[in-house]
């Protein structure tokens, strides 16, 4: 009797590890800004609930948010939030239609920038990025604590890409500052700049664009247009890493969270010959310090040998989640 109890405690406990602990895991979402942000969370069709869709998160705060394993979907910043006189809550960017602090099933309004995570998703990963493909609201990463694999390290946009953004995919707020910088494919609704219709619809004839390379230059592992797979997903084994999910993350807070024992993929984190790094935390800054050069003038030009290399690994697992960045 005795025995077969002390017998079944180490496979109970075995199992519920299995079950909950091994298979789970936690977003961290910390606010670096200068300013409050209101995080959004959309779990995808068919995943389990978080158990938030949105809250408040002032400067200098964090917050753990539990995953269950499998979960799928995206978590974002919404910005300049008020509530108006009927009690409804908006924000000028990122925001979910919800009209309330919990998102409830919204997903963010263009243009904003996005985690994506597909935890446990196929050969034992977990996969996630940071994509602009919606245009940019502010600067954010993500940090894989403690994970394993090859793949597994930090993404996202460090820059804010407000200031330097090409006139004509500015969004202006209310006092006439930059609030974000919207992707081609929203401002101007071109199959090729959307990767949409028949002529474009596939990776192969789908490219960068000069648009495009403006966000992947600036960001150079964030996803700049909807096939830009080959540098822009990252994956952990599933159930060895948390995840932080900075916004507005400063290059000396992201080099302590680091840590050094993660993979190095292909590209930077933060592209060192950008002239606007560094500028990054002041929303309201000049922009004098950044002039639009030949970059974002000059015709688009292919990926490079590294990128079509990776591409081929990456674009299974995209095609078989059949998921749009
Ligand atoms: C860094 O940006 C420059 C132009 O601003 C670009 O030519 C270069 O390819 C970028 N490097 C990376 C790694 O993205």
Redesign the pocket.
């Known amino acids: 009797m005795a025995m077969a109890a002390r017998a079944l405690l180490p496979v109970s406990l075995l199992l519920s590890s299995l079950f909950s602990g091994a298979l789970s895991t936690t977003f961290t979402l910390t606010n670096s800004c200068s300013y409050t942000v209101w995080p959004g969370l959309l779990s995808s069709a068919g995943t389990p609930a978080l158990g938030t869709t949105g809250f408040a998160l002032a400067p200098g705060e964090s917050r753990a948010v539990d995953a269950p394993g499998a979960w799928s979907g995206r978590i974002w910043a919404r910005t300049l939030c008020s509530t108006n006189d009927q009690g409804r809550f908006t924000c000028a960017t990122g925001d979910c239609g919800s009209g309330a602090i919990e998102c409830s099933g919204g997903g963010a309004a263009p243009p904003c920038s996005l985690a994506e995570f597909t935890l446990a998703g196929s050969g034992g990963n977990d996969f996630y990025d940071v994509s602009l493909v919606d245009g940019s609201n502010l600067p954010m990463v993500v940090v894989p604590q403690g994970g394993g694999g090859s793949g597994c390290g930090t993404t996202g946009c460090m820059v804010d890409v407000n200031v330097p953004c090409p006139a004509d995919l500015k969004v202006a707020g209310p006092d006439g500052a930059t609030i974000a910088c919207k992707s081609a494919c929203e401002a101007f609704g071109r199959p090729e700049d959307c990767c949409s219709g028949p002529e474009f619809g596939t990776p192969e004839a789908c490219r960068s664009s000069s648009y495009s390379l403006f966000f992947?230059?600036a960001c150079?592992r964030a996803y700049s247009y909807a096939y830009d797979d080959a540098t822009s997903t990252f994956t952990c084994a599933t159930g060895s890493a948390s995840y932080l999910i900075e916004f507005c993350p400063s290059i000396s807070s992201l080099k302590s969270s680091v840590g050094g024992t993660n993979a190095s993929p292909a590209?930077?984190v933060v592209?060192d010959?950008?002239s606007y790094l560094g500028h990054n935390r002041d929303r309201s800054g000049s922009g004098s310090w950044y002039t639009p050069?030949s970059?974002h003038a000059s015709p688009s030009s292919a990926p490079g040998p590294l990128a079509l290399a990776a591409f081929a690994a990456v674009s299974t697992w995209l095609i078989c989640s059949a998921r749009r960045h």
Do not use: A, H, R
């Open positions: 992947k230059n150079p590209l930077p592209n010959s950008v050069s970059s």
